[in-house]
T-cell receptor
Framework: AQSVTQPDIHITVSEGASLELRCNYSYGATPYLFWYVQSPGQGLQLLLKYFSGDTLVQGIKGFEAEFKRSQSSFNLRKPSVHWSDAAEYFCAVVPGSASKIIFGSGTRLSIRP | EAGVAQSPRYKIIEKRQSVAFWCNPISGHATLYWYQQILGQGPKLLIQ????????DSQLPKDRFSAERLKGVDSTLKIQPAKLEDSAVYLCAAAGGRVNEQFFGPGTRLTVL
């Protein structure tokens, strides 16, 4: 079955430490890939997206993600997290240009002072 | 861009009552989505409009949920009658560009008692 998997439900990292949030998908062709962030009580904000081309994409707030076709992954990274990065992060996939977006179940990020 | 406005931000009702949510998307964005986000889960698509026509309502519980998009701009989502399991955040999103790049409103948090 087609799916988007975020294997980590909750991650805690220290402020200033590096971060990697995992996302795997199971679709036949290369889908369109997104990462969204949701702060408490807020809607989703787009961090970055991958459609084609360079597999390392830069986003807002210092985030980046790398598309790895061989691993069907699109992991989100940040070299040094800030306390304001504490939020819920959602990976999302659009299997084809006319398809609806499918969200993962999310990873909650907590920051340790 | 003007963003996606939603109202109300919070609503508390008793089961079997009716409730309506309103969404005003970014001007010129032809596609509008309603999502249901239950606590601890990713958003689930309820209905997608293209202008004022329904594209996908396969996951909308049509016995109690209804939605309309007047003149291809504003949209309302109604629940009648509400059940306890309808407690969730209802998100509206708009897209008008390439490949389902969606912009989300802040959501309406519904609590059914």
């Amino acid at each position: 079955a087609q799916s988007v998997t975020q294997p980590d439900i909750h991650i805690t990292v220290s402020e200033g430490a590096s971060l990697e949030l995992r996302c795997n998908y199971s679709y036949g062709a290369t889908p369109y890939l997104f990462w969204y962030v949701q702060s408490p009580g807020q809607g989703l904000q787009l961090l970055l997206k991958y459609f084609s081309g360079d597999t390392l994409v830069q986003g807002i707030k210092g985030f980046e993600a790398e598309f790895k076709r061989s691993q069907s992954s699109f992991n989100l990274r940040k070299p040094s997290v800030h306390w304001s990065d504490a939020a819920e992060y959602f990976c999302a996939v659009v299997p084809g240009s006319a398809s609806k977006i499918i969200f993962g179940s999310g990873t909650r990020l907590s920051i340790r002072p | 861009e003007a963003g996606v406005a939603q109202s109300p931000r919070y609503k508390i009702i008793e089961k079997r009552q009716s409730v309506a949510f309103w969404c005003n998307p970014i001007s010129g964005h032809a596609t509008l989505y309603w999502y249901q986000q239950i606590l601890g889960q990713g958003p689930k698509l309820l209905i997608q409009f293209q202008n004022n026509g329904v594209v996908d309502d396969s996951q909308l519980p049509k016995d109690r949920f209804s939605a309309e998009r007047l003149k291809g701009v504003d949209s309302t989502l109604k629940i009648q009658p509400a059940k306890l399991e309808d407690s969730a955040v209802y998100l509206c999103a708009a897209a008008g560009g390439r490949v389902n790049e969606q912009f989300f409103g802040p959501g309406t948090r519904l609590t059914v008692l």
